[in-house]
């Protein structure tokens, strides 16, 4: 990106309105919130949590709430009200700009069971806000994604990973709202859930249900892009689209094995376990695929990707 910057300025400018690239922005933020997320598990969860790491974090998630949302705000104005291209065509990214607020949900859902109480609360609330911002964009965007498919069939062979992208909109859901339950401080000394003891409780037993309620709508998103992607077989040259592959079913997988856990189903934990072992390899995959084709000078290049048409 710094590259692109300094080699071809103008591209800078140009891709906050094209709207194919501009929702690739989101994919910045969504990098950020998995930085966070892996500082919160190695180095506070399952680390050290050094007291300073524990502030660190703890202002690192209000910055990124701030920062996503703005960004949410932004991206979709800047389209609605300067881009040159109308209509504006659907794309699966259009998904990305309001992931990228959705996710603060999903990081406050790791965050808050690490902060004190009077921290914790404002950190569950806002992640429980942010997290029904993102997932009512997204629900939006379903309803144009599907209308899509059914109107001009499913995108070139190359493209078709971007179709796990919608999946990621409810799992990640899922792991937010069983995780902001869980987060309840136990015993809080003042505020709502002093108040109400039983929240903590009735929340984890709801939250569970709404997650399993979500999960199959999930599965058939999945099952779409799954079917997609098998018929071209052979026929998808590398993209930068295949990251699409990964990050959406993460997502699917973590709730899977979350649903699980609460459920203390081993079936459903085997479940999860072969998806990771499944993501490992496509991963592999993409790793290799990506680093030929930068080498061959197919992505990552000027003129290509989502830049082709600056």
Aim: with cysteine.
């Amino acid at each position: 990106m710094i590259s692109r910057a300094i080699l071809y300025p103008s591209h800078i400018k140009k891709a906050f309105f094209h709207p194919q690239e501009s929702f690739f922005i989101g994919s910045f933020w969504l990098s950020i919130s998995v930085i966070i997320g892996g500082m919160q598990l190695y180095g506070i969860t399952y680390g050290p949590a050094y007291s300073w790491l524990v502030d660190a974090v703890h202002v690192l998630y209000w910055l990124y709430a701030g920062c996503s949302l703005v960004n949410s705000i932004a991206q979709y104005w800047i389209l609605i009200q300067w881009t040159a291209v109308r209509p504006v065509p659907f794309t699966p990214s259009m998904f990305l700009a309001g992931y990228s607020a959705m996710l603060t949900g999903t990081i406050a859902s790791l965050v808050a069971g690490s902060q004190s109480a009077d921290r914790a609360v404002p950190i569950i609330v806002s992640g429980l806000a942010y997290k029904g911002f993102g997932w009512l964009i997204s629900f939006a965007c379903f309803v144009y994604f599907v209308r899509a498919l059914f109107n001009n069939g499913l995108p070139p062979p190359k493209l078709r990973p971007a179709l796990f992208i919608p999946v990621g909109s409810a799992a990640y859901t899922i792991i937010a709202i069983i995780g902001l339950a869980g987060a309840i401080p136990d015993a809080p000394t003042n505020g709502y859930f002093a108040k109400h003891p039983d929240a903590k409780e009735i929340l984890r037993v709801m939250a569970l249900f709404v997650g399993i309620f979500m999960w199959l709508f999930s599965f058939w998103m999945f099952a779409i892009a799954v079917l997609g992607s098998l018929t071209v077989v052979g026929r998808m040259p590398f993209a930068l689209t295949w990251w699409a592959f990964i990050f959406p079913n993460v997502g699917f997988t973590i709730a899977t094995g979350m649903i699980g856990k609460e459920l203390e189903s081993p079936g459903i934990l085997w479940v999860a376990t072969v998806l990771t072992i499944l993501l490992v390899a496509i991963w592999l995959v993409s790793f290799v695929g990506c680093i030929r084709a930068v080498w061959l000078g197919n992505v990552a290049w000027p003129g290509k990707d989502e830049d082709k048409d600056l």
